[in-house]
């Protein structure tokens, strides 16, 4: 479905990310572990189109070009922005209303907004209350919604548990589990390693803007470089 090869991405003379190469293939959970500052969001903004890059990403046959979020969006790739990216100042319908902008279908689009209200009963509760009155599982439940409402193939996300509290952050691993389950395929930005790689197929690590591990997901869980490294200790049997 996805392939990127030799990406680059420059920040002025900086080079934040160092030819990686990645991976996905339809109805695949894959993870981007790392530290701070090893590149995940910005290699996920590449393949979103939200940064001039070198190197080539190749979706479903067709070369992607830079800069190009609207196109990608229309092709079926959509993102999750880190922090989420709601209109704090525009209410839970209206920011599901926005994630439709881009469809042609609208009467089969006002149903896929009544489904979202049925999938997340909680939005439905505050449909009318501004976004940035909930709280921030609420938001991040939004966040999804609205951009499961672009119908997309290959859905990117960027740290859907920051600043959640862990019962929230169970919840939102979970849903990403089901949307798997649902057939879409999953491109999975977290720092939090070992619960990713629970849900994952498999996964890449990144460290200073290069691939160094990549293989099944569980594999890497039971390395035990790896769990030294970045997964807080001893491996689990």
């Not at 990127?4 to 900086?14: A, D, K, S, T």
């Not at 979020?69 to 709601?86: D, K, T």
């Not at 319908?93 to 896929?112: F, H, I, P, V």
């Amino acid at each position: 479905m996805l392939k990127v090869r030799g990406l680059e991405v420059f920040y002025g003379p900086i080079r934040a990310v160092r030819g990686v190469d990645l991976d996905i293939e339809a109805g695949e959970i894959i993870a981007l572990i790392g530290a701070n500052g090893a590149g995940k969001t910005t290699t996920v903004r590449a393949i979103a189109g939200l940064a001039t890059y070198k190197g080539s990403i190749s979706y479903d046959g067709t070369t992607l070009t830079p800069n190009s979020a609207e196109f990608n969006l229309r092709a079926g790739l959509a993102m999750v922005p880190e922090g989420r990216g709601i209109l704090g100042r525009m209410t839970v319908e209206d920011n599901l209303s926005m994630g439709t902008y881009c469809r042609k279908d609208r009467a089969q689009a006002a149903k896929d907004v009544v489904e979202m209200y049925e999938r997340f009963p909680i939005l439905s509760a505050r449909r009318h209350s501004l976004a940035n009155l909930l709280s921030g599982g609420e938001q991040q439940m939004l966040a999804i919604a609205r951009a499961l409402l672009s119908r997309p193939r290959l859905l990117l996300l960027d740290e859907p548990s920051l600043g959640l509290a862990p019962k929230t952050t169970t919840a939102v691993f979970e849903l990403i589990s089901s949307l798997r389950r649902d057939g879409l395929t999953v491109l999975l930005v977290e720092q939090k390693a070992r619960q990713t790689l629970k849900i994952a197929d498999r996964a890449y690590l990144l460290e200073t803007g290069r691939v160094v591990m990549s293989g099944q997901a569980q594999n890497l869980a039971n390395d035990s470089l790896m769990s030294q490294a970045f997964l807080g200790g001893a491996t689990t049997p």
